[in-house]
Every structure is written in structure tokens, then in C-alpha cells.
């Protein structure tokens, strides 16, 4: 992804670093310091914006540039706490329709520990 | 909030301003501005990121220090684009009990409109 | 509604009688029994089953017989379990937008406790 | 499942079928016919109900008959419309700790078509 293109949003302040962009899959991660909640540990909403960007990047990628593509429903469900390292969220899609696309999240630590799952529905529209 | 609470954390990064925080409702907002995604609109993580962090501190401050709160679910949905201003996330508890609580947000953009809605699931532990 | 076209769906299954069907708000109610599960319960299935069937029959009545409505998303919280009487569920449009509407949920019994929260996602198609 | 213990309960009402109780994951059908919408198709309310009666029935086997387990969160993505045969739910538990289990869906026709996914919250509770 340029890196222009990403200057000042969400995703750089997350500091996301995109580790596979394809159609069968997506993958990228973000280091848990910086996105942490008070106790120390990661924040539920790193993993949510993520999984969010993941999805989203994913589907702009399948439906090509002539469409918009637009979250509008994030579920997540946060299953283990991560104090350090990095959280990388693989992304599949399981239906990219015409107007409408889901993916499927998986969330895990760098020991390979299952930290979240969650799934993004996203609409698909003309520009 | 204390200043240096949140210090290093998600909630700084994502600008969060406290604006009400009680027992029956706790109020939010951040900036659109440096939480957008490519597009230039507010990115939805970062919508998720501000109900995360108001369901958890709100159930912090109702079960008190001698007990950890840790959000376990949070589903949203994007209503309609946002491009300037603040959006603010109204959170509201459904139920506190003694294991679970669940909130139940509203988010709004400075015209009053209806932006985003979302619930948070808190498991609350033992320290 | 008429009787004969809820014959042998799931709605006439879970026993729903609708008590308001509007623009702004549909409610609709089941009885506990029947719907159970093995502890005596309500079934937390019951209350999805109707939740869809209050944002589906909701979004159709908004869009008209031209178009074609499919809940593709559906949240639910169940928050306090149920053992007999009816629980009404009422559900009223965050959005109803040209491709895809948004309900939300507040279920009750027949004490006015709130027993679920939930939302359900809508997709609007040409017939 | 013993026959006597299923009899009044929802799960009797959509017609479960058991296929496989396990540890590590549990499967169930039921037929589309008797659950469909007024359109003649299969019914969302009732993939909601099968998948919380597989992460619900999952989660009881798992914790053995001394605990109590109580579904609180469902969400639910409907893919594809399906019109006759069974659905399948596929359950498998992404974790089952002390006081809470979260379990995955996936559900598909009899042409092993995904046509829904899903997610159970549950929480585990003394008697």
C-alpha cells in the first residue's frame, strides 16, 4: 500500500503493516504497544479497527477501484488478553457479492494463540 | 480522566475527549480528523474503538477498582459517513450484573444525526 | 397479516402475533412456551427468530412489494433469562437507505423488564 | 439427545437432527421446510436458533451437568438464500474458559454451500 496513502488515517496510527494483500487472503498486523487500555493490555478497539481495515482493504481489492466499498457491520469477539509483541489478523473472504461482501477474521498473537475472531460485512457500491 | 491514566494508550491516540462519565450514562467524542481511512470518511474502527473504550470505563466505574473489566464482544454498525467534525458515542448500560454487563451505544455527528450504533459485552473478574 | 401467508413458516412456528406494524416501530410478541430450551428457559433462538421477523417484516412494509428484503446480519444480547408469560419485541428503523436498512431491538416481558437487545441488517433488493 | 428432554423445547420446533456431540466440535441439521419466511425461503431466525442450540448444547457437554450455561451474545451472518433440503451447523469452540465460551459457525446446505456464519458468547455459571 503507498505510503501516502495512508498518511494521517486510522490505519498508520494503528501503525498497520500489511504482510499479504491477495484475493484468497488478507493479513496484516499491529504492534500491541501504542494500542493498549489503561491496564496495559491490548484495547478491544485496535483489534476492531484492524479486522475493519483488513476487511476493507480486501474487498477494494476484489471489486476494483470503479466501486466504493463501505464497512457497516463490525462483530468482534476478544478471547485472550496480549501484553506485548505483535496481533496479526488473517482475513477471508466468505461471500464477495455484487453489492454485498463478509469477511471472516482470525486474530493471533505471535505465539500463534487465537486472541480474537470476528467477521465484517461490507457494502459495495457505484462511485 | 487522568491525563497520564491514558498516557501511551488507544484512547489517546484516537483523541478521546471525556465528556459525561456516570453510572447511567457515559459520553465521549473523538475528532474525524487523523481517524479516517483512505477516503478521507471516518474509519470505522475508529467508531469501534471509542464504544470499546466507553463500554469498559463505564463498567469500571460501576463495579469499582477491585475488579477487572474486560470487553468480550462488541458488534456496531455504520450508519452513514462522516467527513469533519467530532462524532460523540453516547453509551448507556442495558445491564450490569455481577459477572456481565452489556452497553448499549449511540453515536451521533455534530449535526445530531445518528451515525453508528453498537453493544459491548464486559465480562467483570476478580482482581 | 394474513393468516395464509404465514402458514407452515417459522413464524407461525414460534406462535408470533403481531401487535403493531408502522412506518416507525413494529412490535410483535411469542410466548415462552413452546419455545424453550432443555432447563425450561426461553430459548435464546426464539428471541433471534423473532427479531428477524419483526426487522423483515418491518423493512418490507417501508420498501413496498417491488423490492426484495434479506436480513444479512443479526445481533443479539440476551440479557435476563425468561421461564413463562410472552416476550414483545419492539423494533424501530436506525436507517432504512435505498440498498440497506438497519433495525434495532428492545425485547421485554410481560413485567416490562428488558430481556435482549439486538440489531438486525437488511439488504434491499430489486425484485 | 434423550427424546423426553428436547420434547416442548424450540429445539423440537425446527426439527434438530444431532449428527456429532463432541469436544471439539458438534453438528446438527434441521430441515428448511416448516422453517422458512413468508417468500417460501429459509428462514434467518432459524439458523440463529440452530446455531445457538449446537454452542449451547457444545458448551453443556463441555462443562459437565454441575455448571449452568446461558447463551448472552449471537451474531449471525446470513450468505446465501437456500430453499429446500437441511442445513448443517458446524460448531467448533474458539474457547472455553471458566465463566465464558465462545463458539464459531459455519453452516451449510446439502451442496456444502456456506450459507450462514456465526458466533455464541456463553456464559458458564455455578448451579
Redesign the interface.
Known sequence: MAAD??R????E??GIEWLDIGLERVVARIPV???????GQL????T??????VG?IGTAVATGLEK?V????????????VTDGYITATGVP??VGR??A?W?FRVHDDEAR?IA?G?L?V?I?ER
Open positions: 496513502a495512508v494521517g488515517t486510522m490505519m496510527r494503528i504497544e501504542g494500542n493498549t487500555q489503561v491496564y484495547h478491544g478497539g485496535a476492531a479497527a484492524l479486522c475493519e481495515s476493507s466504493i463501505v464497512g457497516i457491520q463490525l462483530s468482534v469477539n476478544h478471547l485472550r488478553a466468505l461471500r453489492t454485498v463478509v471472516d487465537l475472531s467477521t460485512t457494502a457500491r
